[in-house]
């Protein structure tokens, strides 16, 4: 099957020579206009007609979000931007088709909810939500092929591409339609949860903690959440518990936009504006946002917020180039800077990355992934993260960006609702010798439970700190 590569990739355009200009904002778009740039991370599939057949089915179903909704997230990036809001955007590096079911999907819902509510409580900034679900099906990955059993097979590209099986991963078109409507289910169960009352701030302490292993972070949770019940006893009291807010919630979908035939084929033209209405919010990977690039083509053209990650190779100079090309109306709320340098990096590379933004005028919000560059081997071969890493580049971040001038809008976590054993570290103190017990990750480690909450309260004490900081800063001025 290696030799199906040529035919795909000369349609998406990845055997053009990669002398092409840097793009000009300027120029005209198109929905496929994309398909004329070099192009990297695409399945090679044996069967380019067949793929073409799926495609032209997912074109004619439905939207699973709407203009409005992604309308509104953007208005809410703006203010994260603005130092008004603060992101939360979690949840599983890749999602697999097994885990659409119930039980998954509310605890990955549930955790979102738990960890916003942590940092609203401690911080008393708003918080938007953006769970790497119903769509985060696809990876990138460093090689097209790995040897498995001595022999060369395809990489496991995520459940929209190909199978965890060694024997199943021939890319196959099919799985892009499964990718749909394991996204639409989803979707439509999150829904069913929000206007079922499950998010309502009235049945916090029914938000179970099953899976919750420190004590101490079981105890500190508890106590927030006895104390936001007191506070809605006394509203109920004086006839002041009708507010929205307070019996639902936001809860927007994101993924990383990577296989642009499946996205061109999710994008509409509403109003004279082209959205992507699969998600409300996708990104660009670190190892797809080349400016002369098809991803970056293709993303410049739709009008949903995007972000790009940032890695520690990233340029500041074609960052700046970057930024102007993807946001060039100087749209606020458009752009979202993730960046995934490695607590070890951030004091020195993420200046220069900031001082470019500021001079291109483009407005972003910038936010910290503190997983990926904190990602590390064990003897024992297990990828992992440590939880210690992940918080220190949190506040090198929140430092860098107050140093600067610039304004620290949020995080980007990889995380899950369950209690797997996939990061060391954090409250519950899980060592390297006990990844073994529930390792189930089919790309990268994911916080647990645990380690989700854990993260969230130091989030809120380090919000906390600053806010404060800021109120005496300006009595003093």
Not at 38 to 64: F, G, W
Not at 291 to 311: C, M, Q, S, W
Not at 379 to 401: C, D, P, S, W, Y
Request: glycine residues 8%; hydrophobic residues 35%.
């Amino acid at each position: 099957f290696a030799g199906s590569i040529s035919g795909i990739n000369a349609e998406y355009g990845a055997n053009r020579p990669n002398k092409q200009p840097l793009m000009d904002p300027a120029k005209l778009w198109s929905l496929s206009s994309w398909r004329s740039f070099p192009i990297k991370q695409q399945p090679e599939y044996p069967d380019t007609d067949a793929v073409e057949k799926i495609l032209k089915k997912i074109r004619t179903l439905p939207p699973m979000v709407s203009h409005t909704e992604i309308d509104i997230l953007k208005q809410q990036l703006a203010e994260c931007g603005d130092g008004k809001r603060f992101l939360l955007q979690g949840g599983d590096c890749a999602e697999r088709f097994l885990d659409c079911n119930p039980t998954s999907i509310s605890n990955k819902f549930k955790i979102l909810l738990q960890m916003s509510l942590v940092v609203i409580w401690g911080s008393k900034v708003p918080v938007t939500r953006i769970a790497r679900m119903a769509g985060q099906f696809a990876k990138p990955r460093t090689s097209p092929y790995e040897t498995v059993d001595g022999k060369e097979v395809f990489s496991y590209k995520g459940d929209n591409v190909n199978g965890l099986d060694p024997k199943d991963r021939i890319p196959n078109p099919q799985r892009l339609l499964e990718a749909y409507f394991h996204s639409a289910a989803t979707l439509n169960y999150m829904r069913s949860m929000i206007t079922g009352g499950v998010a309502s701030l009235f049945h916090a302490g029914s938000w179970k903690l099953d899976a919750v292993l420190s004590d101490h972070t079981r105890s500190e949770y508890e106590e927030v959440v006895a104390r936001i019940l007191d506070g809605l006893d006394f509203l109920s009291a004086i006839g002041a518990d009708d507010a929205p807010s307070l019996k639902s919630v936001d809860m927007f979908t994101s993924h990383e936009g990577l296989l642009l035939n499946y996205e061109e084929a999710l994008t509409k033209e509403v109003a004279g504006k082209y959205y992507n209405l699969g998600a409300h919010f996708l990104w660009v990977g670190d190892r797809t946002r080349q400016l002369d690039g098809a991803h970056v083509e293709y993303f410049r053209g739709i009008t949903n917020p995007i972000g790009i990650k940032v890695g520690p190779t990233s340029n500041p100079t074609e960052l700046q180039e970057l930024v102007k090309v993807l946001n060039p109306n100087k749209e606020k709320g458009r752009l979202t800077l993730i960046t995934r340098l490695g607590a070890s990096k951030v004091k020195e590379a993420l200046p220069p990355l900031i001082r470019a933004v500021k001079e291109s005028g483009i407005p972003v919000v910038w936010v910290s992934d503190p997983c990926h560059g904190n990602t590390e081997n064990t003897a024992q071969g297990f990828k992992t993260r440590n939880f210690t890493n992940i918080v220190q580049e949190v506040l090198n971040t929140m430092t860098v960006h107050e140093q600067n001038g610039s304004v620290f809008g949020g995080v980007h976590l990889e995380l899950t609702g369950d209690d797997v054993t996939e990061c060391i570290g954090g409250s519950s103190e899980l060592a390297a010798s006990e990844l073994h017990k529930k390792y189930e990750t089919s790309c990268d480690p994911r916080l647990n439970y645990t380690q989700s909450l854990d993260i969230a309260f130091n989030i809120s004490k380090i919000l906390k700190a600053n806010h404060g900081e800021k109120i005496k800063n300006q009595n003093r001025v």
